[in-house]
């Protein structure tokens, strides 16, 4: 296999004591440009009168369309909350509209795929332990200035959970992620608290099975990223951001990796894949 860890001994008790780790200049200018060029001819491409999806971590419980089943399979568009007007129709361009782009560009897309499926990537995740590490999802994250929307406190491993739980999220700033423009606010050493809830998919739609806690303010911590920066972030960390409400938009590519080896993919989830994902390596 010949891959080897890229972490440092201080950079995994960090992120083991805090839940989350910062790599500065994970990617690349290169890199950032290819994958912020090519989502501008892919965003020109789509044709936006074909969806109207719109997504909300407010109101996750609405999304049982098999557009959004779908996507996990699939490059698929999300809509902002506030990008349409009371007719129905985009306030502005679809450029500025849209919340996210997901959940498969790192297989679909060749510019995505290569970074999700770089040499850096499988030293990062062999760091962390990983036997058999697959991406089960990806988003190109948006922000858009002015509309781009809240994400409330949240755990990934509601989301993606395996048995045991294995989930990592991988957050690279494709622009400058700063205080003012919403970038990620955590609470570090949330994640030694264990998972709080579960995002379950049955027959009805999906639903949360319990309440989040609430989340005091003054425990969250901004993490401030520059462009080509990454966050790891633990599967059970406790985080959020809030409105981009200034002129500038805030594009983010985020990946989430699930370990395949001697785990359990739960089969209330709601990706449910027609097609294994490919893993990063098996080692």
């Not at 008790?13 to 690349?28: R, T, Y």
């Not at 995740?125 to 809240?150: A, D, H, W």
């Not at 993490?223 to 920066?229: C, V």
Request: hydrophobic share 35%; with cysteine; aromatic share 12%.
């Amino acid at each position: 296999m010949g891959i080897v860890g890229n972490l440092s001994p201080d950079q995994l008790q960090s992120f083991h004591s805090q839940g989350f780790l910062v790599i500065e200049s994970f990617a690349g200018p290169e890199e950032v440009d290819a994958m912020r060029k090519r989502m501008d001819r892919l965003l020109d491409e789509f044709d936006c009168s074909s969806s109207a999806s719109i997504f909300s971590t407010k109101n996750q419980q609405k999304l049982t369309d098999n557009y959004f089943y779908e996507s996990a399979e699939k490059v698929s568009y999300f809509f902002e909350e506030k990008a349409f007007n009371e007719e129905g129709n985009l306030k502005q361009s679809k450029q500025l509209s849209i919340n996210k782009v997901g959940h498969a560009l790192h297989e679909i897309d060749p510019v995505f795929k290569t970074f999700s499926y770089s040499g850096k990537m499988s030293s990062l995740m062999f760091s962390l332990g990983y036997k058999r590490p697959v991406i089960i999802q990806s988003m190109y994250i948006f922000k858009q200035p002015g509309i781009g929307g809240e994400v409330v406190p949240h755990q990934d491993n509601s989301f993606l959970y395996t048995e045991p739980q294995t989930c990592t999220g991988l957050w690279l700033a494709l622009e400058d992620a700063t205080i003012i423009n919403g970038c990620i606010w955590a609470i570090p050493g949330s994640q030694k608290n264990g998972l709080v809830r579960r995002f379950i998919r049955d027959e009805e739609g999906v639903h949360f099975d319990l309440p989040f806690p609430s989340c005091d303010q003054k425990d969250f911590v901004p993490i401030e990223l520059k462009a080509g920066s990454l966050v790891v972030i633990h599967g059970n960390l406790i985080h959020q951001s809030f409105e981009n409400q200034s002129s500038k938009s805030r594009h983010a590519y985020s990946l989430h990796v699930v370990d395949t080896d001697g785990c359990k993919w739960a089969q209330e989830n709601w990706i449910r894949r027609k097609v294994d994902p490919e893993p990063l390596y098996a080692s």
